[in-house]
């Protein structure tokens, strides 16, 4: 659809589709097929074969995408550890931009320069922002603590350790899809504990 006359330019078939990317080339989307998903790419003028960037089997799973140009970033959760990946779409180019066990990332939302993502640890959830090409994790723009509880680590009526055992907060939400804009960055905030989730999109500046 044109963003200013809202008028149908093209239409593409697909099946089994659950999450779709979109830059002013590149159509990204997943697609859940038999055993597995794959992300497929195909151009917006709709000439071209499709090209399928990236696959996985059961039980891993394939993130939902984000494209700028011919780049496209998504995250893949395995069972021993998950990663965001860089693709460059017209030539195949791939790297890991992010791999962690203890660490999870998920959720990439790409803009020109700039990789927007979540970073959860067992204590906390970060919105994080990143200039490509840097090395580092980049700022953090917005945080809160992990959904899932922390052991104690020591027995009732004992002192801990450490200081590392002290914080047992746990948040009600889990940090989910981000977006990025030229002057903002945004994030859904999804609760967890409720009989009915709720959802809040947090707009926070860059």
Do not use: C, M
């Not at 891993?60 to 990946?85: C, E, H, T, W, Y």
């Amino acid at each position: 659809l044109s963003r200013r006359t809202r008028r149908r330019i093209r239409d593409f078939s697909a099946r089994r589709v659950d999450a779709i990317a979109v830059s002013t080339r590149w159509l990204v989307y997943r697609r859940v097929v038999r055993g597995g998903e794959r992300l497929v790419a195909l151009r917006t003028s709709g000439r071209g074969r499709r090209r399928i960037i990236a696959r996985v089997r059961w039980p891993a799973q394939l993130g939902r995408p984000s494209v700028s140009g011919d780049v496209a970033f998504f995250a893949v959760n395995g069972r021993r550890s998950n990663k965001i990946v860089k693709h460059r779409i017209t030539t195949g180019g791939r790297r890991t931009a992010f791999r962690g066990r203890r660490v999870h990332f998920s959720n990439p939302s790409v803009r020109g320069g700039f990789l927007l993502y979540v970073r959860t640890t067992r204590s906390r959830q970060q919105l994080r922002l990143k200039r490509r090409g840097r090395r580092g994790a980049g700022r953090i723009l917005y945080s809160i603590a992990a959904i899932s509880r922390r052991d104690r680590g020591y027995a009732p009526g004992r002192a801990p350790h450490s200081r590392h055992y002290s914080d047992l907060r746990r948040s009600d939400f889990v940090l989910w899809s981000t977006a990025l804009t030229g002057r903002y960055a945004y994030v859904t905030l999804v609760r967890r504990s409720s009989a009915l989730p709720r959802s809040v999109i947090r707009r926070l500046r860059r």
